[in-house]
């Protein structure tokens, strides 16, 4: 029983050595209500001098030597007992030495409006060019005789022959027309009235037109018109040029009027289909340029421009699509390669084409110094013109989060000397001596 209690009075002994390192370390901070005079924790520094570790300064002895952790040499801990500020905003404030100051690494940064970039980066692939996508089908009825494009992937330019195609009704369109120009020469040779070669010139019109509508251009009408003869077969052009991407049909079906028969695709022109998180959509607009990046061209950049953003978000992922207009010259970069891109956007605060108006700059603190607690944000601020290193709380209204930098709405000034450092150790310490604090706004018990 002798050794049980002497090893709990042991333990307890350590506990309060503990305690009391802890208040030392702490010791020289002095939290101040309004119309309150600052008190120190110690009676007098002579009646406790502790001894704390550089590296460790939660560590606190009465007496000096190693320390029990790394071994190093204890230093004396000087208890220091600041004036009171006197101040009649109702505010809480914390004043450190510039020992506790420098324990506690509390670094300070001042608010300032600038312009800033902010790189956003959107991940997605390379999709074909829809307003670049053409089905070529039949503007007639028939068979069709022999195709001059036989597998997908095959380029052809345009007025380049597709197709072969037997078709009644292009053969009767075709004397139709050739009777017609008959009529009105005859018409003309016998000296026929006005109203009859008239009427003969616009039958020889809209059999023209009508051949135009059955897929014939008009290279192939002047061709049948010298030649005075019906074709049974005609070749089929292709109206622009491009990449087959597609074949459905073969040689010998029969097709009627709108049976697609290729799909062409012109690739000089691609589309960039990427996604954009919810995050992001506030940084990005129309007419953005654009730097891609590509698995099969490792560092080498492509340049496009943000031509559309979806207005519908996708309730699953979270993200909206993004669409970049991407040239291909040179058709290096395939349909459904992935792709990468960054956007960098810049914030200047900039109306209109003037200049940036300093005063319309963005105040900017870095994203470190504000502690969130999902319903309001806390800045620690540095009081100018004090002795010793004093702060104050400052609720602020954060804007969007620009990388390494928060945009501050309300709350703070510039110049404003913000805690980039530091600041969640000088919250704790008011929280613990029951000052109002980040999670304890009104304050609570120490």
């Not at 809209?206 to 135009?212: E, G, N, V």
Request: one cysteine or more.
């Amino acid at each position: 029983m002798t050794s049980r209690h002497a090893r709990t009075g042991f333990l307890l002994l350590c506990i309060l050595l503990l305690i009391a390192g802890i208040r030392a370390i702490t010791s020289p901070a002095v939290t101040e209500q309004p119309g309150e005079a600052s008190t120190s924790p110690f009676s007098s520094a002579a009646e406790h001098k502790l001894y704390t570790c550089v590296m460790h300064p939660h560590i606190g002895l009465s007496e000096p030597g190693p320390c029990p952790i790394c071994g190093m040499q204890m230093i004396p801990v000087a208890n220091e007992e600041p004036d009171p500020v006197a101040d009649d905003k109702p505010v809480t404030r914390l004043r450190l030495s510039a020992r506790s100051a420098a324990l506690a690494q509390v670094q300070v940064m001042p608010a300032q409006r600038r312009s800033f970039t902010y790189p956003v980066s959107l991940p997605g692939r390379l999709e074909t060019d829809e307003t670049r996508l053409r089905t070529i089908a039949a503007w007639a009825p028939g068979r069709l005789d022999k195709l001059y494009v036989n597998f997908t992937g095959e380029a052809v330019r345009a007025g380049a022959p597709l197709v072969q195609l037997y078709s009644p009704l292009l053969i009767a369109a075709q004397e139709e027309l050739l009777q017609a120009l008959r009529g009105y020469r005859t018409s003309q040779e016998h000296g026929g009235s006005a109203l009859m070669q008239d009427s003969a010139r616009l039958t020889a019109e809209a059999s023209r037109d009508r051949l135009k509508l059955l897929g014939l251009d008009q290279q192939q009408i002047t061709a049948l018109v010298q030649r005075g003869e019906v074709q049974d077969r005609i070749t089929i052009p292709s109206p622009v040029g491009g990449i087959v991407v597609e074949r459905l049909a073969a040689a010998g079906d029969y097709v009627e009027t709108g049976t697609p028969i290729y799909r062409i695709a012109d690739l000089s022109r691609l589309w960039a289909q990427l996604e954009a998180f919810e995050s992001d959509l506030q940084w990005l607009a129309p007419g953005q340029a654009v730097e891609l990046t590509t698995q099969s061209y490792p560092g080498e950049l492509f340049r496009g421009t943000v031509a559309f953003i979806d207005p519908v978000l996708d309730t699953r992922s979270r993200t909206a699509r993004v669409r970049v207009d991407v040239d291909n010259p040179d058709g290096r970069l395939k349909p459904g390669m992935f792709a990468r891109a960054m956007v960098i956007t810049t914030g200047t605060g900039r109306t209109g084409h003037s200049a940036p108006d300093s005063r319309a700059l963005p105040l900017l603190i870095p994203a470190s110094a504000p502690l969130l607690t999902g319903q309001r944000a806390v800045v620690y601020v540095q009081l100018p013109d004090q002795e010793q290193p004093t702060y104050e709380p400052r609720d602020v209204l954060l804007g969007p989060r620009a990388g390494p930098w928060y945009v501050v709405r309300e709350g703070l000034e510039e110049g404003d000397l913000v805690v980039v450092n530091g600041a969640f150790k000088i919250d704790s310490e008011l929280q613990i001596r029951g000052q109002p604090s980040m999670m304890q706004p009104e304050g609570g018990a120490a």
